[in-house]
C-alpha cells in the first residue's frame, strides 16, 4: 500500500495577500491622490487667479493639463506596450510632482499655467499605466475588484477634498493644496515599486509601429481639446466659432487614436471603449445641470446642491461594490446593459426637479440610480477592455479607453455650456435639453450593449 504527500494548495490571492498588499495600496492611494488634485484645484484657483493677477490666463489652467493628458495617455499606453509600465508609471510620478512643486512655488500666472501642463502631463502617464499593472499584475478574478477599489479611491476626494482645499487656502495658503500631495504621492509609489519590477520582462522592447504618427495625432486632439475647454467657458459668436473649429479637430485627430470600428460601433473593444464614452457625457452633462437647476429653480443653497452631487458619488461606489463581488455574470453584456439602463432611467429622472410643485426628493433618488450604473458599468467596462487585449496591446487600449472618456467629457461640457448659455439666462428648456441629451446616450448605450461581445471567430 502506498501512501501520498498531500501538496499544500497555494493560498487564496486578495486584493490584501501579501504578494498584492503594497501594490494595492500604492494603487490607490496614487488614484486618490489623482482625484484629490482634481477636484482640489477647482476651489483654490479663483484664489490662486486673483494672487498671481491673472484672471487670463484662468481657463488655460485648466485646458493645459487637459490637453497634455491627452497627449500622455497615448505616450503612457505606447511606452507600457513596449517597456512594461514600470518607467511609465515612475515617469509620470515624477512629472507630476515636479508640476505640483512648480505651480505651488509660482509667482506668476504663467508659470503656474507651466507647473498645471506639466502635472497634467504627468496624471496621464500615472492613468494608464496604473491599468496596465492592473493586467499584468492581477488575476483575472481580481481584476474587476481592484477597478472598484479605484472607484472608491475618488468617494473620498469628492466627499472632501474641495471642503478640505477650502480650508487649506482659507488657513495655510493655496500653495498648498499643490505642495502638500507630493508628501503623500511619492510614498505611494514606492509600495508599487518593488511589484513594478517584476513585469518589465514580459513585454517586447521596442515601440510599436506609426508610434511617432499617434503622438502627433495625440498632440493635434490635445490642442483641439484645449480649445475646446477654452470654447466653452466663452459665449455669443467666438464661443460657437471656436468648438465649431475644436470639434472638427477632434473629428481628424481623435479617429487614428480609437480603435478601428470605434464611430460605427464594431463588435468587440470598439463598442466597449464607445461605451465608456456614452456613459461619460451621459454623467458629465447631467452632473454640470444638477447644481445650476436645483439653486435657480428649487432655491437650494451650493451646500445643499453639492449634497445631491454627493449622493451620485455615494451610489456610485456602491455600484462599483456590488459588480467587484457578484459572480461571473452569464454575459459580458449584462453588467453593461444594467449600468447604461441606470443611467439613462436616472439621468432622465433628474428632470423631475423641473416639475413645479413636485418634491425634489424623485430626482435625488434618480441621480442615486445613474451613480448605482456608473459603478456597475466603469469598472466592467474596464475589465473587458483588458480581457480583449493582447498583453502587448493593453497599453493602447487602455489609453483608448481613458482617451475616449475624457474627450467625450470634454465635448459634453463645452455643449452643455453653450446650451445653457443660448437664452439670456439658464431656463428649464435648457436644463430639460441638457437633461435629455444624457438619458439619450445612455438609452444608445444600452442599444449598443450587446456588441460588447466579440464576434465568435470561426
Excluded at 451620485?312 to 453584456?333: D, N
Excluded at 498583453?391 to 493602447?396: H, I, L, M, S, V
Excluded at 443660448?422 to 444624457?438: D, E, I, K, N, R
Amino acid at each position: 500500500m502506498t501512501s501520498t504527500t498531500a501538496v499544500p494548495a497555494d493560498p487564496p490571492v486578495d486584493l490584501w495577500s501579501p504578494r498584492l498588499r503594497a501594490m494595492t495600496v500604492g494603487s490607490v492611494a496614487l488614484v486618490s491622490l489623482l482625484a484629490f488634485e482634481a477636484l482640489a484645484v477647482g476651489t483654490a484657483m479663483p484664489t490662486v487667479a486673483r494672487s498671481l493677477d491673472g484672471l487670463g490666463l484662468y481657463a488655460l489652467a485648466f485646458g493645459g493639463p487637459f490637453a497634455s493628458g491627452v497627449v500622455a495617455m497615448v505616450a503612457s499606453g505606447i511606452w507600457c506596450d513596449a517597456r512594461g509600465p514600470r518607467q511609465a508609471m515612475w515617469h509620470g510620478v515624477v512629472w507630476f510632482v515636479a508640476g505640483l512643486v512648480v505651480a505651488g512655488a509660482a509667482t506668476t500666472m504663467e508659470v503656474l499655467v507651466v507647473g498645471r501642463v506639466v502635472q497634467g502631463f504627468g496624471s496621464g502617464l500615472v492613468s494608464v499605466a496604473l491599468y496596465v499593472v492592473v493586467g499584468q499584475a492581477y488575476p483575472e478574478q481580481l481584476r474587476r475588484r481592484i477597478f472598484a477599489a479605484f472607484a472608491a479611491a475618488w468617494v473620498v476626494p469628492s466627499l472632501v477634498g474641495p471642503a478640505l482645499a477650502g480650508l487649506i487656502v482659507e488657513h495655510l495658503g493655496w500653495r498648498w493644496v499643490f505642495l502638500a500631495v507630493p508628501a503623500v504621492a511619492i510614498p505611494a509609489a514606492l509600495l508599487v515599486q518593488p511589484g513594478l519590477r517584476a513585469l518589465t520582462a514580459t513585454v517586447a522592447t521596442r515601440p510599436p509601429a506609426g508610434a511617432l504618427a499617434r503622438i502627433g495625432w495625440a498632440c493635434g486632439a490635445g490642442a483641439s481639446a484645449a480649445l475646446l475647454h477654452y470654447g466653452g467657458q466663452q459665449r455669443g459668436v467666438l464661443a460657437a466659432g471656436l468648438i465649431t473649429a475644436a470639434l472638427a479637430g477632434l473629428l481628424v485627430c481623435v479617429p487614428h487614436l480609437l480603435p478601428t470600428g470605434f464611430l460605427r460601433a464594431a463588435r468587440g473593444l470598439p463598442t466597449v471603449i464607445g461605451l465608456r464614452a456614452l456613459a461619460s457625457a451621459a454623467f458629465v452633462a447631467a452632473e454640470v445641470v444638477i447644481p445650476l437647476m436645483l439653486s435657480r429653480e428649487r432655491g437650494f443653497s451650493p451646500t445643499g446642491a453639492g449634497l445631491v452631487l454627493t449622493v451620485g458619488a455615494l451610489s456610485w461606489s456602491v455600484g462599483s461594490w456590488i459588480q467587484g463581488r457578484i459572480g461571473s455574470p452569464r454575459s459580458a453584456a449584462t453588467l453593461p446593459r444594467a449600468g447604461l439602463a441606470c443611467i439613462a432611467i436616472g439621468t432622465a429622472g433628474v428632470a423631475s426637479a423641473l416639475v413645479p410643485g413636485l418634491p425634489v426628493l424623485p430626482a435625488v433618488l434618480s441621480w442615486s440610480v445613474a451613480g448605482l450604473g456608473m459603478g456597475l458599468l466603469y469598472p466592467s467596462l474596464s475589465v473587458l477592455t483588458l480581457e480583449q487585449s493582447a498583453p502587448a496591446e493593453q497599453g493602447r487600449n487602455s489609453s483608448a479607453l481613458q482617451l475616449g472618456d475624457s474627450l467625450a467629457a470634454a465635448t459634453v461640457l463645452a455643449l452643455t455650456g453653450a446650451v445653457l448659455a443660448a437664452g439670456a439666462s439658464p431656463g428649464p428648456a435648457g436644463y430639460a435639453t441638457t437633461l435629455a441629451v444624457a438619458a439619450a446616450c445612455g438609452l444608445l448605450g444600452l442599444l449598443l450593449a450587446a456588441r460588447v461581445v466579440p464576434r465568435p471567430t470561426p
